[in-house]
């Protein structure tokens, strides 16, 4: 049975699906119902106006199926199900149950008793570390229904240490920790620690199991109080020490159909006489079609002892499978490289000798976070230094695998290392076309990103990767998320780290190109206070590098066109450190420019130039006029500050020196030495400031600079910013300047040098359109 690349066929143990298959179809209309009403309670649920829980609203009873799929979904979110969202399930009129996955630190005693109550036919349970001893009651007053029980990891609802004889536990009343089940068919227990005669007691009355696993439980024994479930077709004792002691019960329960005695611990998987052993399994359990003995010597040395004609086998205890292979194989980390060998009996192998195998382990695998953390480190491997083949069936299980084990640190770093290479590799169509994909795998990374936010690798490798994603478009669904998580790293972590570069270098990405609603959002999430921290680290150290420039780029793409966010900038005391930075690296162009761009987005805001009004600052910009930084940015930037500032009137220029019509002679020679043809490192979103100061009659020289900015942009990016200065009524503006009787001629020649670009432009794209038509 093999693999197929890039489709959803075949491969069992489980069946996986492709991501690429399964999330590139629009999603059901249920399927969104579900998520947004599991998004917003509020649709269905109101609450108690004194318990603060949650009913269901008067008049809405949801049938089983809406039930069960909206706790599976709040279980899949953080901290989501807890006893504020159980209470809607109090009511067992207008709510039903039979089978629960529950997962949640806040989970209690209470909540699972009230889950219980509805009878259910199967219950899973995992990371409920609040749970105790009393949910055994529970689930002995209200488990006669149950046909399925797992209790997993972080989950101990059994007393922490038993001691004693087995006649001293009855005494003692142990007994009432033990299930009251008839109807069980399947039990699952983790890392349990208790004695044998425990299990005894526990499973005597459990006639009817057909599925056990005892995974990573301590103090088994030898199993042989196990005999008496004649039905047993799935035993999974995996990672158990002392299993050489176990093999003789293992091997009277004749029945099995699926046997995992595989390893984790190298010690505990070292038998003697391995080849003996394994043979003794595979003869005892004719019915067998699926068996793991990984990280086990089992396998041998590859050398057979016997040779079976025609069905040679290179695993001499699977002699007598040579002609009847095995469904699946486990052979992950055994000794002798035993998944290297080229005649195995089975169909599916759990291994790493190739990709298949490593898929494959990957995926039997996935509730055990010792193991994956390793495969998925060979996954990592193979799409670092080698191609792979089934990229879909990858990335659906490292999807799967960290949100499976969101607190494991080592799962979460293989996954997203390994996610990088999926997205880098794969093609930008074909996940353009994949929506639902896209989403899936930023929503996993912010996820592992929010449980590991202190930890450099797994920072740096979820931002690395979401820059292979188109920002922010990609990203928009997750903005606040996102912001939240990248504020911490420019800040939370090692300052002058790489994630603290990548970190700011995205912010100012989804600050340049979002909307102003997401600008103000960043300001409120702190992006200003974040930035000015990082200036003043930067100022201390005396270091003007990538962080600094960014963290000035940043502000002055966030505090574009959103006067809260310039207020915010002034607030924090950006002018001191404005000046500051001016003080201490005077001939940084870049910085300058970026400084200068900001400050020409607070002069924009009416109510807060007042600020800018002081001897001190206005001597600043004005001195800037004559700067020759980064081309003319710099010049261009004061004297659009001082633009601005002027705009306003001779009355609110309330300081002496500089003088306002000195500091206006100096911009207008200014303006008169660049070129109207330089290229600009500037992008504008709209040009209501600069056609405000159009209308600013009675300071011609605030006309000069609006009016030589629109003819630059217009000459230099016609295609960009003709289109933007029509469409903001621009042209009419522009003409009533040259009609009117008082703007100088310099400022009228650029005004008709604007018309004109625009009249070019239009014509030229009419050209193209004739020319398509013909």
């Known amino acids: ?286 019915y067998l079609t699926s068996l793991d003995i990984s990280g086990t010597n089992l396998a041998g040395r590859g050398v057979a002892e016997v040779e079976v004609e025609a069905y040679p086998s290179d695993i001499p205890g699977l002699v007598c499978r040579a002609n009847n292979p095995f469904q699946f194989l486990g052979l992950y980390e055994t000794s002798y490289d035993a998944c290297l060998r080229h005649d195995i009996p089975a169909k599916l192998i759990a291994g790493n000798a190739n990709e298949e195998q490593i898929l494959i382990a990957a995926l039997a695998y996935l509730d055990r976070p010792e193991m994956l953390q390793k495969v998925l480190n060979e996954l990592f491997h193979l799409f670092r230094y080698e191609s792979c083949k089934y990229v879909g069936q990858a990335l659906n299980i490292v999807l799967e695998a960290m949100t499976r084990h969101l607190p494991e640190r080592h799962i979460q770093i293989s996954g997203s290392a390994t996610l990088f290479y999926i997205v880098k590799g794969t093609g930008a169509d074909e996940l353009n076309t994949a929506v639902r994909v896209k989403k899936k795998i930023i929503t996993t990374l912010l996820n592992g990103m929010a449980a590991h936010i202190t930890d450099d690798t797994m920072m740096r490798n979820g931002c690395l990767t979401l820059c292979q994603f188109k920002i922010p478009n990609d990203v928009l669904f997750e903005y606040d998320r996102l912001v939240d998580i990248l504020l911490h790293s420019v800040n939370g972590l090692q300052q002058e780290s790489f994630v603290q570069r990548i970190g700011i270098y995205l912010l100012n990405s989804l600050a340049c190109q979002v909307d102003g609603k997401q600008k103000v959002k960043l300001g409120e999430l702190g992006a200003i206070s974040k930035m000015i921290s990082l200036i003043s680290d930067r100022l201390e150290k005396g270091l003007c590098d990538d962080v600094l420039e960014v963290a000035w780029s940043t502000m002055w793409n966030v505090t574009d066109e959103t006067p809260c966010n310039c207020h915010k900038f002034l607030e924090k005391n950006g002018m001191e450190y404005f000046l500051m930075c001016l003080q201490k690296f005077p001939h940084k162009e870049e910085l300058l420019r970026n400084m200068m761009g900001l400050l020409g987005n607070v002069a924009e805001v009416q109510y807060l130039r007042h600020y800018l009004i002081t001897p001190e600052y206005l001597t600043v910009f004005s001195d800037l006029l004559d700067s020759r930084s980064d081309g003319i940015e710099v010049s261009y930037n004061a004297a659009g500050v001082i633009s601005h500032i002027a705009s306003d009137g001779p009355e609110v220029w309330r300081v002496t020196n500089p003088s306002r019509s000195n500091v206006l002679y100096k911009m207008v020679t200014a303006i008169s030495r660049w070129d109207l043809d330089s290229p600009r490192n500037i992008n504008y979103r709209s040009f209501e400031p600069i056609l405000y100061l159009v209308r600013v009659y009675h300071t011609p020289q605030c006309q000069h600079w609006a009016t030589w900015a629109l003819a630059n942009l217009t000459q230099v990016y016609p295609e960009k910013y003709c289109g933007l200065v029509e469409k903001e009524g621009g042209l009419e503006l522009l003409q009533e300047v040259i009609n009117h009787p008082a703007p100088p001629t310099a400022v009228k020649m650029l005004a008709e040098m604007v018309l004109k670009n625009c009249h070019k432009y239009k014509e030229l794209l009419e050209k193209i359109v004739e020319c398509l038509d013909g």
């Not at 003996?276 to 399994?281: G, M, Q, S």
């Open 1 to 286: 049975m093999m693999l197929q690349s890039k489709c959803c066929h075949s491969i069992s143990i489980p069946e996986v699906i492709c991501s690429f298959c399964s999330l590139t179809t629009p999603q059901e209309l249920l399927s969104i119902c579900y998520d947004y009403v599991s998004k917003n309670l509020e649709t269905i649920t109101v609450k108690h106006p004194f318990t603060e829980k949650l009913e269901l609203r008067k008049g809405i009873a949801l049938p089983v199926e809406v039930c069960e799929k909206l706790l599976n979904l709040r279980s899949s979110y953080n901290s989501s199900v807890n006893s504020e969202f159980i209470n809607i399930f109090k009511d067992r009129e207008c709510t039903r149950l039979k089978r629960v996955k529950l997962k949640g630190d806040n989970v209690t005693d209470a909540d699972l008793e009230i889950l219980l109550a509805h009878r259910l036919t199967e219950l899973d349970i995992i990371n409920c570390p609040q749970l105790t001893i009393r949910c055994i009651d529970y689930l002995s007053e209200y488990g006669s229904s149950l046909l399925s029980l797992s209790i997993g990891s972080n989950t101990k609802i059994f007393p922490e240490r038993i001691f004693g004889t087995k006649s001293k536990i009855q005494s003692e009343g142990y007994s009432s920790f033990l299930f009251h089940m008839p109807s069980l068919r399947r039990l699952i227990l983790r890392n349990v620690q208790l004695r044998p005669f425990f299990y005894l007691l526990l499973l005597a009355p459990l006639n009817s199991l057909t599925y056990l696993d005892l995974s990573s439980c301590s103090n088994l024994g030898t199993l042989n109080y196990s005999v008496h479930l004649t039905n047993l077709t799935s035993l999974i004792i995996h990672n158990v020490e002392k299993m050489q002691e176990k093999i003789l019960s293992i091997c009277k329960l004749k029945n099995l159909r699926h046997l995992d005695i595989s390893q984790f611990n190298e010690e505990h998987g070292k038998f003697t006489k391995p080849n003996e052993v394994l043979a003794t399994i595979v003869e005892s359990l004719p």
